[in-house]
């Protein structure tokens, strides 16, 4: 298993931007397949957006599609989540999980996933 940490959470203005930031410490990281989910309070983990381990080709939420990019840097061991124009309803604990050497129709599935960070806060005011 890989070791995760999340960074880059914090409090925003409806309409501005934030990057979040993982890195991963343990396995090779190039052979995880990396997705970030998101937690709003009272509400069930749901998946946001992935990255393969193979090509880079990613999935998004249809919810999120336009607004937020995922990219990794596998010399930096790190996946980042973009997110611009951000609403009221991207408030959440939003997490970083590792899944290794899988792409496939599962990655939208939290329990497919093998390693999870311990969650970054984002608060969006209004």
């Known amino acids: 298993q890989v070791q995760l940490v999340e960074s880059g959470g914090g409090l925003v203005r409806a309409g501005g931007s934030l990057r979040l930031s993982c890195t991963a410490s343990?396995?090779?990281?190039?052979?995880?397949?990396m997705g970030w989910f998101r937690q709003a309070p009272g509400k069930e983990r749901e998946f946001v957006a992935a990255?393969?381990?193979?090509?880079?080709?990613?999935y998004y939420a249809d919810s999120v599609k336009g607004r937020f990019t995922i990219s990794r840097d596998n010399a930096k061991n790190t996946v980042y989540l973009q997110i611009h124009r951000l609403e009221p309803e991207d408030t959440a604990v939003y997490y970083c999980?590792?899944?290794?050497?899988?792409?496939?129709?599962?990655?939208?599935?939290?329990?497919?996933?093998?390693?999870w960070g311990q969650g970054t806060q984002v608060t969006v005011s209004t």
């Open positions: 990255i393969s381990w193979k090509d880079s080709s990613t």
């Open positions: 343990g396995r090779t990281f190039s052979e995880y397949a």
């Open positions: 999980a590792a899944d290794y050497r899988y792409w496939g129709i599962r990655v939208f599935e939290w329990d497919e996933y093998d390693s």
